[in-house]
């Protein structure tokens, strides 16, 4: 039953999150945490879906219109080296579930937050100097690499915050942002000595179909404010069980 309902808990959280520009990290997360996975298991296995799922939501997001080359370039030059820096350092057990699950609540309180906000009558984005997006792309790198995400559920607040773009444009430039960081994520976990753990064939093909529906929903069709919603939930609970867990050492 076990073998079962991971690949398609992993599926849902794929096509929630992709919906949105996502790749799903943080839920892939939640879902590995609760079934008990070791951490250092979660934190590779995690980077590895988030690329497959990467890829499909910047391939759907970008032939739908929505990406801005101009806005992504000057976020992933700086964003890519320093993720592969924090894929290289290793956190003692209690620091990662603790810093992961900071990273969830976060997560869900934005979500929340965007979720009940209500629409504006009309958008006004504002150009953001380069060297700002440089900054906050090595930032949002390094701790991508440190916690096994992708460094969206960052990103896309951030940007929204800013007024960078609309939220359609937004989550096209999260996606290509989130699986070039995973990628080198993973470079630096690799090259740190460690061996990336075997993912079933019906963890990948899950995350995939998932990812394919969610993000053609995302691009071409539906709002997700609803799928926000639930997932917020899903990542409070799981975000307060490893942030305890954590502080607990």
Same mark, same amino acid.
């Given at each position: 039953?076990?073998?079962?309902?991971?690949p398609?808990?992993?599926?849902?959280?794929?096509?929630l999150y992709?919906?949105?520009?996502?790749?799903?990290?943080?839920?892939?997360?939640?879902?590995?945490?609760?079934a008990?996975?070791?951490?250092?298991?979660?934190?590779?296995?995690?980077?590895v879906?988030?690329?497959?799922?990467?890829?499909v939501?910047?391939?759907?997001?970008?032939?739908?219109?929505?990406?801005?080359?101009?806005?992504?370039?000057?976020?992933?030059?700086?964003?890519?080296?320093?993720?592969?820096?924090?894929?290289?350092?290793?956190?003692?057990?209690?620091?990662?579930?603790?810093?992961?699950?900071?990273?969830?609540?976060?997560?869900?309180?934005?979500?929340?937050?965007?979720?009940?906000?209500?629409?504006?009558?009309?958008?006004?984005?504002?150009?953001?100097?380069? *060297? +700002?997006?440089a !900054?906050?792309g090595?930032?949002?790198? &390094?701790?991508? /690499? =440190?916690? #096994?995400?992708?460094? $969206?559920? @960052?990103?896309?607040?951030?940007?929204?915050?800013?007024?960078?773009?609309?939220?359609?444009?937004?989550?096209?430039?999260?996606?290509?942002?989130?699986?070039?960081?995973?990628?080198?994520?993973?470079?630096?976990?690799?090259?740190?000595?460690?061996?990336? *753990? +075997?993912?079933? !064939?019906p963890?990948?093909?899950?995350? &995939?179909?998932? /990812? =394919?529906? #969610?993000?053609?929903? $995302?691009? @071409?069709?539906?709002?997700?404010?609803?799928?926000?919603?639930?997932?917020?939930?899903?990542?409070?609970?799981?975000?307060?069980?490893?942030?305890?867990?954590?502080?607990?050492?």
């Open positions: 039953m076990f073998s079962l309902l991971l398609l808990a992993l599926a849902l959280v794929a096509c992709a919906a949105v520009g996502h790749a799903g990290a943080t839920g892939y997360i939640a879902v590995m945490g609760l008990g996975l070791d951490p250092q298991t979660i934190r590779p296995t995690a980077l879906l988030n690329v497959i799922v990467g890829a939501a910047t391939a759907q997001f970008a032939r739908a219109g929505h990406l801005r080359h101009q806005l992504l370039l000057p976020l992933t030059v700086t964003s890519v080296p320093a993720a592969a820096i924090g894929g290289w350092l290793q956190l003692p057990t209690s620091a990662f579930e603790g810093l992961v699950g900071a990273v969830l609540l976060f997560s869900a309180a934005q979500i929340f937050r965007q979720s009940v906000a209500r629409k504006q009558a009309t958008f006004s984005s504002r150009a953001l100097p380069a *060297p +700002a997006l !900054l906050l090595s930032l949002l790198g &390094l701790l991508s /690499g =440190l916690t #096994g995400v992708g460094g $969206g559920v @960052f990103l896309t607040p951030a940007l929204l915050a800013l007024n960078a773009a609309p939220v359609k444009q937004v989550a096209a430039v999260s996606a290509p942002f989130i699986l070039v960081n995973s990628l080198a994520g993973l470079a630096g976990w690799s090259t740190a000595g460690n061996v990336l *753990p +075997a993912i079933g !064939l963890l990948i093909a899950g995350v &995939l179909v998932g /990812g =394919l529906i #969610g993000s053609q929903l $995302g691009a @071409f069709r539906l709002p997700p404010r609803e799928l926000r919603v639930l997932m917020a939930v899903v990542l409070l609970v799981a975000g307060f069980k490893l942030l305890a867990r954590g502080v607990a050492g």
